[in-house]
C-alpha cells in the first residue's frame, strides 16, 4: 500500500483529495475526492481587557477585543475571571452567541465592593479547549458609604455618665472621617441627642439621669456620606444618691413643737432609707422608712428657725431641700385677774384687762354644785354679765386666754356673791287726812321677805320749787302726818322700804312709789274740844299682816271660789 504524508495544511480546516496512478505509459484514472479536516487546536489568548465605562460602587464594564486566531473552531466561551485578594475566581462563562458584538466584546461584572480594587483576565474557549490567560485589568471600582459599624461597646463610669467604644467599620473605598453617636431613652426617639465624634472611636456621654435605661448607636462617616446607623445597643446607668426634696413645709406649729411635711425625692436607683432634718444648720432628728413627716419638739417659743431636709440611701445621701423660714408661736396668755364690775340680786357682772396679744378670746366658767365647770362666755369682749343668779348667793368663777398659741392656764377661782333682794315697792300711797298745815300719808306695808326688818322712808318736797326731795320720815310705821305747811301749797310725796341686809350693814332700798299730788286749802278752825285738848294728836300704827295670814287668806279665799263655781254649775246643769 501506497502512503503519503501532506504536510502545511492549517489546523481545523477542511480539505479533499484524489489519487492517480501514473507510469510510463500516462496517467490514470482519478479516484473518487476524498474529504478531510484537519484537528482543531486551542486558540490565542484574547486581547488585554480594558474599562469600557467608569467603574460604578459595585459593578464595571470592561471589554475585549477577540483573539487573533480561534484555533481553527469557533470560539463557543468567554471565561471572565477576576482576581481579589491574590486569588483568581470565574466570575463568569459568557457564550459567544450572547455577547455584545461588535469590533470588540464587552461583558458588565456585578456584585463587587465598593472602592476595592480587582483584576481582570479573558480566557477564550474553543472545541479544542481553553486559551490562555489574557493580560490582567486592574480596576478599582468607586466609593461607597461606609459599612454600618460594629454595635458600640457601653460601660458606665458614673451614675451620670457612660463610656461609648466602637469598632472602626469598612470605608468602602474612602477614608473614614468622622462618627456621629446617638443616644436616648428610647430607640424610637425621633429627636434623640447626636453629637460628632472625630479622630476617636470613643466618647463619653454625659448628663445621664442614675439608674436609667438608655441606648445608643453609632454612624460613620466619609467623603462619600454617612453609614447605616449601627445596632442599638442598651445600658443602664449606675444608682446614685436621693434627688433633691422639691416640697417642703410646716404643716403645725405651736409654741414649742411643729410639724414638717414633704415630699419623696427620686430614689435614683436606690430606695430612700431615711431622711434627715436640720434645724438651723444642725441635724436635729432622722425619720427612717417611707415617713415623709416629723415632728419637732422642745423648740424655744417665738424663736425663728431655718429648716431644710435631705434624703439618704444605700450610696450616700442627696442635697438638702430649700430652706424653709418658721417662726415658733409665743406662749399661751396668763390668766388675767377676774374682778366684780357691778352686781344686784340676780346677775353678777365681771370684767378683766384686756391682753396685749393680737387674736385674743376669753372664756369664762363657773362651777357647778357637783364641783364642775361650765363655759358660760366665750368672746373677745372684756366683761360679761352672768344672769338668772339666786339672790345673796356665792357662785366661784375662773378665766383663761386662747390665743394662736394654744389656751393659756386659768386663773385662781374666784368667788363672788350676789346682792340680797330689795324690799318690794310699797303700795297705795295716800293721803288719809289733810289741812291746811298737815298731811296725813298712809301706804300699804310690805312681807320682810329675805329676812331683817323693815323700815320706811317718806320724802317730800313743795312742788314748783327747786328743791330736792328730803327725808321726812323713817321708821316701821305705816302712815306719817307732814305738818307744819304753807297754806294753799302743792306738795309732792313718794315713800319706799327700807331693809337691813343680813350679812352686811348696808341697807336695801326698794324704788320708790309715784309721787301724789296734794293742794291745801285755807281752812277755819273749830274749838277744840276738851278731848282734843287734853289728849295730843298720835299717829295710829295700821295692822301689818304676817306671810302666813296671807297665804292663810288666799287660801280661803280660792276654797270659797270653787265652791261657788261648783254650786253655779249645779244649777245650770239642772235648769
Same mark, same amino acid.
Given at each position: @500500500?501506497?502512503?503519503?504524508?501532506?504536510?502545511?495544511?492549517?489546523?481545523?480546516?477542511?480539505?479533499?483529495?484524489?489519487?492517480?496512478?501514473?507510469?510510463?505509459?500516462?496517467?490514470?484514472?482519478?479516484?473518487?475526492?476524498?474529504?478531510?479536516?484537519?484537528?482543531?487546536?486551542?486558540?490565542?489568548?484574547?486581547?488585554?481587557?480594558?474599562?469600557?465605562?467608569?467603574?460604578?460602587?459595585?459593578?464595571?464594564?470592561?471589554?475585549?477585543?477577540?483573539?487573533?486566531?480561534?484555533?481553527?473552531?469557533?470560539?463557543?466561551?468567554?471565561?471572565? @475571571?477576576?482576581?481579589?485578594?491574590?486569588?483568581?475566581?470565574?466570575?463568569?462563562?459568557?457564550?459567544?452567541?450572547?455577547?455584545?458584538?461588535?469590533?470588540?466584546?464587552?461583558?458588565?461584572?456585578?456584585?463587587?465592593?465598593?472602592?476595592?480594587?480587582?483584576?481582570?483576565?479573558?480566557?477564550?474557549?474553543?472545541?479544542?479547549?481553553?486559551?490562555?490567560?489574557?493580560?490582567?485589568?486592574?480596576?478599582?471600582? #468607586?466609593?461607597?458609604?461606609?459599612? #454600618?459599624?460594629?454595635?458600640?461597646?457601653?460601660?458606665?463610669?458614673?451614675?451620670?455618665?457612660?463610656?461609648?467604644?466602637?469598632?472602626?467599620?469598612?470605608?468602602?473605598?474612602?477614608?473614614?472621617?468622622?462618627?456621629?453617636?446617638?443616644?436616648?431613652?428610647?430607640?424610637?426617639?425621633?429627636?434623640?441627642?447626636?453629637?460628632?465624634?472625630?479622630?476617636?472611636?470613643?466618647?463619653?456621654?454625659?448628663?445621664?439621669?442614675?439608674?436609667?435605661?438608655?441606648?445608643?448607636?453609632?454612624?460613620?462617616?466619609?467623603?462619600?456620606?454617612?453609614?447605616?446607623?449601627?445596632?442599638?445597643?442598651?445600658?443602664?446607668?449606675?444608682?446614685?444618691?436621693?434627688?433633691?426634696?422639691?416640697?417642703?413645709?410646716?404643716?403645725?406649729?405651736?409654741?414649742?413643737?411643729?410639724?414638717?411635711?414633704?415630699?419623696?425625692?427620686?430614689?435614683?436607683?436606690?430606695?430612700?432609707?431615711?431622711?434627715?432634718?436640720?434645724?438651723?444648720?444642725?441635724?436635729?432628728?432622722?425619720?427612717?422608712?417611707?415617713?415623709?413627716?416629723?415632728?419637732?419638739?422642745?423648740?424655744?417659743?417665738?424663736?425663728?428657725?431655718?429648716?431644710?431636709?435631705?434624703?439618704?440611701?444605700?450610696?450616700?445621701?442627696?442635697?438638702?431641700?430649700?430652706?424653709?423660714?418658721?417662726?415658733?408661736?409665743?406662749?399661751?396668755?396668763?390668766?388675767?385677774?377676774?374682778?366684780?364690775?357691778?352686781?344686784?340680786?340676780?346677775?353678777?357682772?365681771?370684767?378683766?384687762?384686756?391682753?396685749?396679744?393680737?387674736?385674743?378670746?376669753?372664756?369664762?366658767?363657773?362651777?357647778?354644785?357637783?364641783?364642775?365647770?361650765?363655759?358660760?362666755?366665750?368672746?373677745?369682749?372684756?366683761?360679761?354679765?352672768?344672769?338668772?343668779?339666786?339672790?345673796?348667793?356665792?357662785?366661784?368663777?375662773?378665766?383663761?386666754?386662747?390665743?394662736?398659741?394654744?389656751?393659756?392656764?386659768?386663773?385662781?377661782?374666784?368667788?363672788?356673791?350676789?346682792?340680797?333682794?330689795?324690799?318690794?315697792?310699797?303700795?297705795?300711797?295716800?293721803?288719809?287726812?289733810?289741812?291746811?298745815?298737815?298731811?296725813?300719808?298712809?301706804?300699804?306695808?310690805?312681807?320682810?321677805?329675805?329676812?331683817?326688818?323693815?323700815?320706811?322712808?317718806?320724802?317730800?318736797?313743795?312742788?314748783?320749787?327747786?328743791?330736792?326731795?328730803?327725808?321726812?320720815?323713817?321708821?316701821?310705821?305705816?302712815?306719817?302726818?307732814?305738818?307744819?305747811?304753807?297754806?294753799?301749797?302743792?306738795?309732792?310725796?313718794?315713800?319706799?322700804?327700807?331693809?337691813?341686809?343680813?350679812?352686811?350693814?348696808?341697807?336695801?332700798?326698794?324704788?320708790?312709789?309715784?309721787?301724789?299730788?296734794?293742794?291745801?286749802?285755807?281752812?277755819?278752825?273749830?274749838?277744840?274740844?276738851?278731848?282734843?285738848?287734853?289728849?295730843?294728836?298720835?299717829?295710829?300704827?295700821?295692822?301689818?299682816?304676817?306671810?302666813?295670814?296671807?297665804?292663810?287668806?288666799?287660801?280661803?279665799?280660792?276654797?270659797?271660789?270653787?265652791?261657788?263655781?261648783?254650786?253655779?254649775?249645779?244649777?245650770?246643769?239642772?235648769?
Amino acid at each position: @500500500m501506497c502512503s503519503c504524508e501532506i504536510k502545511g495544511l492549517s489546523p481545523g480546516t477542511s480539505c479533499k483529495i484524489r489519487v492517480c496512478a501514473v507510469s510510463a505509459g500516462g496517467m490514470g484514472l482519478w479516484t473518487d475526492i476524498l474529504t478531510l479536516n484537519t484537528r482543531a487546536v486551542c486558540p490565542d489568548p484574547t486581547g488585554r481587557p480594558r474599562i469600557k465605562s467608569k467603574p460604578k460602587q459595585e459593578s464595571v464594564m470592561i471589554a475585549w477585543d477577540p483573539p487573533k486566531y480561534n484555533g481553527g473552531a469557533v470560539i463557543k466561551f468567554y471565561n471572565v @475571571m477576576r482576581k481579589h485578594k491574590d486569588q483568581w475566581a470565574l466570575v463568569a462563562v459568557v457564550q459567544d452567541s450572547i455577547i455584545e458584538k461588535g469590533t470588540s466584546y464587552s461583558y458588565t461584572v456585578n456584585r463587587l465592593c465598593p472602592g476595592t480594587s480587582y483584576q481582570f483576565s479573558i480566557v477564550c474557549q474553543n472545541i479544542a479547549g481553553k486559551s490562555a490567560n489574557s493580560e490582567t485589568l486592574d480596576v478599582v471600582t #468607586a466609593a461607597s458609604i461606609p459599612d #454600618a459599624p460594629p454595635s458600640p461597646f457601653i460601660i458606665c463610669s458614673s451614675p451620670t455618665s457612660a463610656n461609648v467604644k466602637w469598632e472602626q467599620p469598612v470605608g468602602n473605598g474612602d477614608k473614614i472621617i468622622s462618627y456621629n453617636l446617638k443616644w436616648s431613652e428610647d430607640e424610637d426617639d425621633v429627636n434623640p441627642q447626636t453629637v460628632p465624634v472625630t479622630n476617636s472611636r470613643c466618647y463619653v456621654v454625659k448628663n445621664l439621669s442614675p439608674a436609667t435605661t438608655y441606648g445608643c448607636s453609632v454612624q460613620a462617616v466619609n467623603g462619600v456620606g454617612g453609614s447605616n446607623w449601627s445596632t442599638w445597643s442598651s445600658f443602664t446607668t449606675l444608682p446614685s444618691s436621693p434627688g433633691v426634696i422639691q416640697h417642703c413645709k410646716v404643716l403645725s406649729k405651736s409654741c414649742s413643737t411643729m410639724v414638717v411635711y414633704w415630699t419623696s425625692p427620686h430614689s435614683n436607683g436606690s430606695p430612700v432609707t431615711a431622711y434627715h432634718i436640720e434645724l438651723n444648720g444642725a441635724r436635729v432628728a432622722t425619720v427612717t422608712g417611707s415617713l415623709t413627716e416629723a415632728t419637732l419638739t422642745d423648740l424655744t417659743p417665738h424663736t425663728d428657725y431655718r429648716i431644710r431636709v435631705q434624703a439618704g440611701n444605700k450610696v450616700g445621701v442627696g442635697p438638702f431641700s430649700s430652706t424653709v423660714l418658721v417662726t415658733t408661736l409665743p406662749l399661751p396668755p396668763a390668766p388675767p385677774i377676774l374682778q366684780l364690775q357691778s352686781a344686784n340680786q340676780n346677775s353678777l357682772k365681771l370684767s378683766w384687762p384686756r391682753k396685749q396679744d393680737k387674736g385674743c378670746t376669753y372664756m369664762l366658767e363657773m362651777q357647778l354644785t357637783t364641783g364642775k365647770y361650765k363655759v358660760v362666755y366665750e368672746g373677745t369682749s372684756q366683761s360679761h354679765r352672768i344672769t338668772r343668779l339666786l339672790p345673796n348667793s356665792t357662785y366661784t368663777f375662773r378665766l383663761c386666754c386662747t390665743n394662736e398659741s394654744g389656751r393659756g392656764d386659768w386663773s385662781n377661782a374666784t368667788s363672788f356673791t350676789t346682792m340680797e333682794p330689795p324690799p318690794s315697792v310699797p303700795k297705795a300711797l295716800t293721803v288719809n287726812k289733810a289741812t291746811s298745815s298737815s298731811l296725813t300719808f298712809n301706804w300699804e306695808g310690805v312681807m320682810a321677805t329675805g329676812g331683817g326688818q323693815i323700815s320706811y322712808e317718806l320724802q317730800s318736797r313743795l312742788v314748783n320749787t327747786e328743791r330736792d326731795f328730803t327725808q321726812v320720815y323713817k321708821g316701821p310705821l305705816l302712815s306719817y302726818t307732814l305738818s307744819s305747811l304753807p297754806a294753799d301749797s302743792c306738795i309732792e310725796a313718794r315713800v319706799r322700804a327700807v331693809r337691813q341686809a343680813a350679812q352686811k350693814a348696808d341697807q336695801l332700798f326698794s324704788q320708790f312709789t309715784e309721787v301724789k299730788h296734794k293742794t291745801l286749802e285755807l281752812v277755819s278752825q273749830p274749838p277744840a274740844s276738851e278731848d282734843e285738848i287734853s289728849e295730843p294728836e298720835t299717829v295710829k300704827s295700821r295692822f301689818v299682816l304676817t306671810e302666813k295670814q296671807i297665804a292663810f287668806m288666799l287660801f280661803a279665799l280660792t276654797v270659797i271660789l270653787t265652791l261657788l263655781t261648783a254650786v253655779g254649775i249645779g244649777y245650770l246643769t239642772v235648769t
